[in-house]
């Protein structure tokens, strides 16, 4: 079936550093979506992207998706330890509109 | 206020009990979805239903059982034969359809089986 890659599992910056995560499908996607969960808390929507090469940025967030709809991106400028949670990326399984989630990228920001 | 409610949030359960987990949700979506988090696994789909009386099984739904009898209402019951079953589960609603994709999540029920 079909899967939905992260990377890096976690990444650890300095405040004010910059912060990345890929997301890669084995399968060409119709969307994909990206949501935040904060420690102990639940996963919350960010937004979803739709078409090919598709940008849209939220404050100093930036997403992206690929050309051929197989990979996506998220990118935070400047980081905050308001920041620090997991990044999960989530596309829909098969022809449907289930969402399929990556493992998430852990972003810890130091001080 | 609209939104998604699980309870308990902290769960004990001894080895070989069966135990419900509940989800209400009032946001009058059709579709109700059933995740379980392990530390570094990300979120795995147990169950998911896309109308009443109608569920289908996820990506591990061995031991795991639910029913929809109401729009608002998607427990999920943890059996004995799961054979790992402490883990953190969340439950989320959706409209149905891809256009309106966006997954909203409950709080979580934190199970711990001892």
């Known amino acids: 079936g079909q899967q939905v890659m992260q990377i890096p599992q976690y990444q650890h910056v300095q405040e004010g550093e910059d912060f990345t995560t890929y997301c890669n499908s084995s399968t060409t996607l119709s969307n994909i979506q990206w949501y935040k969960q904060r420690p102990g808390g639940h996963p919350v929507f960010l937004i979803q992207l739709v078409k090919s090469g598709e940008v849209k940025k939220q404050k100093r967030l930036t997403f992206q998706f690929g050309e051929a709809k197989k990979n996506s991106s998220l990118h935070i400028t400047a980081t905050q330890t308001t920041d620090v949670g997991t990044y999960f990326c989530a596309g829909p399984a098969g022809g449907s509109y289930i969402p399929t989630f990556g493992r998430g990228t852990s972003l810890i920001v130091h001080p | 206020d609209g939104g998604i409610t699980q309870s308990p949030k902290y769960l004990f359960r001894k080895e070989g009990q069966n135990v419900t987990l509940s989800c209400e949700q009032n946001l009058n979506h059709d579709a109700m979805y059933w995740y379980r988090q392990d530390p570094g696994q990300g979120l795995r789909l147990i169950y998911y239903?896309?109308?009443?009386?109608?569920?289908q099984k996820g990506d591990i739904a061995e031991g795991y059982s639910v029913s929809r009898e109401k729009k608002e209402s998607f427990p999920l019951t943890v059996t004995s034969a799961q054979k790992n079953p402490t883990a953190f589960y969340l439950c989320a609603s959706s409209k149905r359809g891809p256009s309106d994709p966006e997954a909203f999540f409950g709080q979580g029920t934190r199970l711990t089986v001892v």
């Open positions: 239903s896309q109308i009443v009386n109608d569920f």
